[in-house]
């Protein structure tokens, strides 16, 4: 959807009249039915003037398209700025110019991934160049009318207050920039001679206009891509039930697409292969020429999954496909032929950066999409605003007049082929009563041992088998390795012991990187995933004591937001809070003794507590 649309000649007469800000003021609440803040209008009348004096070139023909604020096929992301017309050839050019007011910017570690001025403070965001090329990658992916016409798509970033230096332009960042150039406040001429290179030859803004009429659909290059990749693939092969699940969901989801809204609720704990169902569909299902995206509130299973499938630790066009939970609040209704929610107990109330946006992530999915498919384990609820309920997801799903449909997967493919191992846990950290009392027959080692130091020797020793070994702990260590590489953050000074926590230098990809061993993970960075052994350190946040398992909330970081919140419950209902708060914490290390596949190790820094899981082991 275009919210401006115009020539170079009206949109330079728009900017020179100083109706520009306010013209595409009333556009955004006309077509995007969206009030705007003076923040975003203030960015627009910048920015613009900085185009229009970009523009100003006898070279760049009158007629040459405008268009501001095109909506992105399959996002809430919208492109800046657009030009279009035809090269020297008589070729359909599209150029795509992400604008930035930025002046400065940090390198990180991470990939595509830059640190600058947003908001209040410095937050990390992607890089230009990357967002300009996903823009481009998503539109040629989608857009029939660029298909069929064989529309060129040209991006590039421009960063009109920003000079020269070694962060932007880094080579860190170089596949990017060498797909989608930065030209920054003194490139005013290589900008321009950017767009002449493409655009010889006005075309009245008649290319974007059919664009924006065109269909949205996957293109074929796209699904023949995904389908090799996946082809083979043995992370992905689906046995047992989870063939049941994929093909109701696929009947779901062609059933939806004339009779009206379908909701699936799938239900499954660790290792009973939601996820492998989840990735098979959205190739399936996007090979059938319908949109869709595999959607988690935790970027960790995204990141990890879209590695898996494609092969590569590095951002490819694939990435579309693998969106956030918080993207939904401003969706139009059916905008999705089918969202398929991975984790959908982390679903949350509000969206954005400072939790400001939308009402109900749940309810937003279902509206967004003809048929939602939600995968979910109640069991493994871990933060205060984890509102992903079946009860929640059915309660929703009746307000959208949606058919609702219900499965369960229950063979365990985690824990070497047995829940017996969960039924284990839930008495261990007396989540639940069950029968199973003893796990010696299982073909699963979990053992307590008496020292940080061995479960590292353990740990360390296991992953030279195949890298699929790590070290994960409760959040009760304070991060001061992000702001100090020298610090260390979980440290154990009469076992010599001291390591860092992973959450900066590896990102969502920790639990994949060959050195990222050294470092500990939490919840957040290995929730969903799966290796073959894990070694969990359990904080003072539970204890034992006379042979009851306790909790105490006061003893995590306060720099863990999974409990914010907590203090102001317990003033205003404090049974309540006090559930709540027994639920996360048990579910946290529940959580985290059942990411491994062939072997759990556990140390728990209070020695009363592990002397009597040693007893009970």
């Known amino acids: 959807m275009l919210v401006y649309r115009s020539t170079k000649e009206g949109f330079q007469t728009d900017v020179n009249t100083g109706n520009i800000d306010l013209i595409i003021k009333q556009a955004v609440l006309e077509k995007l039915h969206r009030n705007t803040s003076e923040k975003e209008i203030d960015s627009w009348s910048n920015s613009l003037l900085f185009m229009s004096n970009i523009l100003n070139d006898n070279e760049i023909p009158y007629n040459t398209g405008v268009a501001i604020e095109c909506q992105i096929p399959q996002t809430s992301k919208r492109i800046d700025f657009i030009l279009s017309g035809k090269d020297e050839n008589n070729k359909d050019n599209v150029i795509i110019i992400e604008l930035k007011q930025w002046k400065n910017a940090e390198i990180t570690s991470k990939d595509g991934i830059v640190r600058t001025a947003l908001g209040k403070g410095l937050h990390e965001t992607s890089h230009p160049s990357y967002q300009a090329w996903s823009y481009a990658a998503m539109m040629e992916d989608f857009s029939e009318t660029v298909q069929e016409d064989n529309i060129s798509l040209s991006p590039c970033a421009y960063l009109h207050n920003y000079e020269e230096d070694d962060v932007i332009r880094n080579i860190f960042y170089k596949d990017y920039l060498d797909k989608a150039p930065v030209f920054l406040k003194r490139d005013t001429i290589n900008l321009r001679s950017f767009i002449r290179r493409f655009v010889r030859i006005g075309d009245d803004g008649s290319i974007m206009y059919r664009i924006d009429k065109g269909k949205i659909r996957p293109s074929k290059q796209l699904s023949d891509s995904l389908v090799s990749l996946l082809k083979g693939n043995k992370e992905f092969i689906m046995v047992d039930e989870q063939k049941l699940v994929y093909e109701t969901a696929l009947w779901l989801t062609n059933k939806a697409q004339t009779e009206g809204k379908k909701v699936l609720i799938v239900e499954g704990g660790p290792g009973t292969g939601k996820s492998v169902v989840a990735i098979n569909l959205l190739v399936e299902i996007t090979k059938r020429g319908l949109i869709t995206q595999y959607v988690t509130k935790n970027a960790a299973p995204r ?260 409990i914010k919140g907590y203090k102001k419950l317990m003033n205003t209902d404090p049974d309540k809070a006090k559930k709540l708060i027994k639920a996360i914490i048990k579910n946290t290390y529940r959580t985290l003794m059942t990411r491994a596949t062939k072997g759990c190790y556990v140390y728990s820094v209070d020695k009363e507590t592990n002397e009597w899981f040693k007893k009970q082991v």
């Open 303 to 562: 990141y990890v999954y879209q590695s898996k499938l494609t092969g590569t630790i590095t951002k490819t066009r694939f990435a579309a496909l693998f969106q956030g939970s918080g993207v939904f609040y401003d969706s139009i209704p059916d905008e999705f032929d089918a969202l398929i929610v991975d984790e959908a107990h982390r679903l949350n109330a509000k969206s954005g950066m400072f939790k400001n946006k939308g009402e109900n992530q749940v309810l937003e999915i279902i509206n967004a999409s003809k048929c939602s498919i939600f995968f979910i384990d109640e069991d493994q609820k871990v933060t205060m605003t984890d509102i992903g309920t079946k009860d929640e997801i059915i309660k929703n799903a009746k307000l959208q007049n949606a058919e609702i449909h219900e499965l369960e997967l229950s063979s365990q493919f985690r824990c070497n082929g047995s829940d017996a191992y969960l039924s284990y846990l839930d008495n261990l950290l007396q989540i639940r009563e069950t029968a199973n009392l003893d796990i010696a027959n299982l073909n699963y080692e979990f053992k307590v041992v008496d020292s940080p130091d061995i479960l590292r020797e353990i740990i360390f020793e296991k992953n030279k088998e195949k890298n699929s070994a790590r070290l994960v702990a409760g959040y009760c260590w304070d991060w001061k390795s992000k702001n100090n590489l020298k610090e260390f953050d979980i440290k154990f000074p009469e076992y010599n012991f001291e390591m860092q926590w992973n959450l900066d230098k590896d990102s969502m990809l920790w639990i994949m990187k060959p050195d990222s061993v050294n470092e500990i993970g939490c919840i957040h960075t290995c929730q969903g995933l799966e290796i073959d052994y894990i070694g969990v350190i359990i904080g003072e946040d539970l204890i034992v004591r006379n042979n009851t398992v306790l909790v105490d909330p006061s003893k995590r970081s306060k720099m863990d937001s999974s």
